[in-house]
């Protein structure tokens, strides 16, 4: 961690390589809607990685572990998944997308403009990006971003509220995450945990200097943390968050827990969502 942020203690931190499902159904007789399945992010790519000399640089410098059975095409019915929301282009987001080859996958302009040019700050290791993916993009444009009451600014990807892409500037070029059911926000790595959100100043030059903008990265820290105060809870990709578990009826659960015992919201209440299990030893990209 010393490595990443003046003043943090010389240890060792694992960071989880997260992937979220939302699962919208229908809750009563008279709800005609789309059944859908939306994944945000999707982890490492099990290996071998055909990625040349850049993924071979990669993993010498955020080596990933990548367990026999952890991918995220492992772990789901890959039939069952609708949209794919990609938060950005880094490995550690992208890399099980070859797993949904009939998803929708989701991405903003900058994003798809990333795809066709992207240099080396960008990170992005196009082996990892499968083939024939242009006809299944749905690009979200800039313009479909507005600002809410909350100061994000959201973009409503169905059209009836339920999942919100929301901008968050900094980290990558067109970096964005999702607010679920306007409870739980996948904040992606607008942070590289919730416990390093605000700590933004104390980031060392190299890190810094990898991030697209540290400047817009301090500022979506900042909406954040006031989005929290209003109670969004937020979930960042590289943070522990149990797995294989309905975090929505997690928070709806520490919510009935908070009315009965005058108590704070657990720390497990969040989104609707299931994690993978890979991870990096080093740093989050």
């Known amino acids: 961690m010393h490595q990443l942020l003046r003043g943090a203690p010389r240890e060792r931190r694992v960071f989880p390589a997260n992937a979220f499902v939302y699962d919208r159904e229908h809750e009563h007789e008279h709800d005609h809607g789309p059944v859908r399945r939306v994944l945000f992010d999707t982890g490492y790519a ?8 850049a993924g071979w640089a990669y993993r010498r410098l955020l080596p990933p572990r990548v367990p026999a059975g952890a991918g995220i095409g492992e772990q789901l019915d890959v039939s ?5 929301v990609l938060s950005h282009l880094h490995p550690d987001h992208i890399g099980g997308l070859a797993a949904f080859p009939h998803a ?3 991405v903003t302009e900058p994003v798809r403009r990333t795809m066709t040019s992207s240099t080396l700050r960008d990170g992005v290791l196009d082996g990892l990006l499968p083939a024939g993916l242009e006809p299944r993009l749905q690009v979200v444009p800039d313009s479909a971003f507005h600002e809410d009451a909350t100061g994000l600014r959201t973009a409503d990807l169905f059209g009836d509220g339920t999942y919100l892409l929301v901008d968050l500037p900094g980290h990558a070029a067109g970096h964005v995450g999702a607010l679920v059911e306007g409870r739980a926000l996948l904040a992606g790595d607008a942070a590289w945990g919730r416990d390093l959100l605000g700590e933004e100043h104390r980031i060392r030059a190299v890190p810094r200097a990898v991030a697209h903008d540290h400047v817009a990265q301090a500022d979506t820290a900042r909406r954040l943390l006031a989005a929290e105060r209003t109670g969004v809870r937020l ?9 294989d578990t309905d975090l929505l009826a997690a928070d709806d659960a520490a919510t009935s827990d908070d009315a009965a015992d005058d108590a704070t919201t657990s720390d497990d209440a969040a989104d609707d969502a299931a994690t993978d299990r890979t991870t990096d030893r080093g740093g989050p990209s």
Not at 46 to 53: A, D, L, Q, S
Not at 80 to 84: A, S
Not at 236 to 241: E, P, R, T, V
């Open 235 to 243: 979930l960042f990709s590289h943070d522990a968050h149990p797995t």
């Open 46 to 53: 099990p290996f071998p990685w055909r990625t040349g000399v």
């Open 104 to 106: 929708t996958v989701v």
């Open 80 to 84: 069952t998944v609708t949209h794919v």
